[in-house]
């Protein structure tokens, strides 16, 4: 069980329906092991919920609504905490400040090299295949920046599905292929990132139209980053969210095993230095 602490209600809407679920549990007299049993949940979650660390989803909610006998108040106090959260905080307007703040990334690329995991070298490539940017090496250099928080005291976990055509593409490349692929065997044995290859093979997938990034901040909060061709943007809607979940669930079961994606990538290396 979740040890309990002190929810100032007013704080927010979330931390305004905790306190209320608490409240209603004891006047009751329940346990949150009782609760949970009523809701068809667990005690910990339950005390997830009461103690801010947790966002109940809309089921959940109305299971304990109707539990506790609320009359619905507990779902309109959700519901309008979705909406109020479902905006932006202002830390959270790009994509760099949010891959700072965040404590794990799940990402997939369906036409380049994450971000996170380019190497100069490719990273000045794709650049200067936009012919239209008179900045170049400080576009590389910021990119460069952001993965610091790879290798910094608390490192981001990172879980990134790469095409293989993308890699097909790299090893292509002459002057890229060989420190890309050196660069991503390095990052994949770090403990904190784990790589796997969607195969062409695999054919028509759940992300044919287009790639994201899943966020999930120290605090359990999560986001999605898309970025379409021109500006990308973050959304915090639940459902986007929860539909981007799916979405890379279905992929992974696609995918090579993070072993057998280093032996590929490898295999490219070494074709490529030849």
Known sequence: MVAEKDVDPNESLWALLAFHVRRLRKERGWTQEKLAEEAHSTSSTVGAIETLERKPRPDLVAAIDRALNAGGMLIDLAHHARIASAEIPSWFETLTKAERAAARIRTFEPQ???????????????????????????????????????????PLKLWAIVDEAVLLRVAATPGVAIPQLTHLLAMAERPNIVIEILPIDCGVHPCMDGGFVLLTMHNRSEAVYVEPMGEGHLIAQDEAIDQCERRYDLLRAETWSPARSIAYIRALLERSST
């Open 112 to 154: 380049s090299i994450p971000g996170l995991l380019q190497c100069e070298q490719y990273a000045r490539a794709q650049f200067a295949a936009l012919r239209d940017d008179d900045d170049l090496e400080s576009r590389v250099a910021a990119r460069m920046a952001r993965q610091e928080v790879l290798t910094r005291d608390r």
